[in-house]
């Protein structure tokens, strides 16, 4: 839902479980969407990212799923380890300018 | 991938001065953009940074408030003018080569504080 100064959405998880995090975006005419991970201390760190003509894409423990339909986009991480614990930011973009948008953000806290 | 410095990496400046951040790549890249990140808040697009002329700027940012320069393919700043507490974010430098098969990199920002 929305979230407002420091109230990012949450999502909780145990060690090894496997985590969803979504993405609603607005823009119809965005062709690329893009998963970042930020660190507390750290700029954001690419994960993984999409085009608008792929449903799916998978990399190491990771799997970004496109539905153009319903403008949503999520990311799946598997077996969540302690080091995934960050903030998530989903991210898009149209044309040939390469300028994102962000989302909104979620923590994600992983319980040992 | 590309690696991305700032500098400074934080800084606690009074209202009314300017600070001028310094972004480094270490390979030369097509776009340098610059974020700002309000505490606990997500990134939002300040300019792009164009090299050889002047800054594209977003909605509601202007140049007279963030002069920026990019006098090569290699090297930005951002200077953060007449600093009011509003002022008081994380700065993130970002650069992409124009290849469709890279993803943008960013610096790990800049976190100012204005009292």
């Known amino acids: 839902g929305e979230s407002v100064g420091l109230h990012l959405p949450t999502l909780s998880v145990q060690e090894g479980d496997n985590s969803i995090i979504n993405c609603a975006y607005s823009?119809?005419?965005?062709?690329?969407f893009i998963w970042y991970k930020q660190e507390s201390g750290k700029g954001p760190q690419f994960i993984i990212d999409?085009?608008?003509?792929?449903d799916k894409r998978q990399g190491q423990r990771v799997t970004v799923l496109l539905n153009k339909t319903v403008k949503h986009l999520s990311l799946q991480i598997a077996a969540t380890q302690p080091g995934d614990s960050a903030v998530y930011f989903c991210a898009e973009s149209g044309g040939s300018n390469y300028k994102l948008t962000f989302g909104k953000g979620t923590l994600l806290t992983v319980n040992p | 991938s590309a690696v991305i410095s700032q500098k400074p990496s934080r800084d606690i400046c009074q209202r009314g001065t300017s600070l001028t951040i310094q972004c480094q790549v270490d390979?030369?890249?097509?776009?340098m953009f610059w974020y700002r990140q309000q505490p606990g808040q997500s990134l939002t697009l300040i300019a792009t940074?164009?090299?050889?002329?002047?800054?594209?700027?977003e909605s509601g940012f202007v140049i007279d408030k963030f002069p920026i320069s990019r006098p090569n393919l290699t090297f930005s700043t951002l200077t953060v003018s007449n600093m009011s507490p509003e002022d008081s974010s994380i700065y993130l430098c970002?650069?992409?080569?124009?290849?469709?098969?890279?993803?943008?990199?960013f610096g790990d920002g800049t976190r100012l504080s204005i009292l």
């Open positions: 390979s030369q890249v097509t776009m």
């Open positions: 970002s650069a992409h080569t124009g290849s469709p098969s890279q993803p943008q990199h």
């Open positions: 999409i085009r608008s003509n792929m």
């Open positions: 940074a164009n090299q050889g002329s002047e800054a594209t700027y």
């Open positions: 823009n119809s005419a965005s062709d690329y």
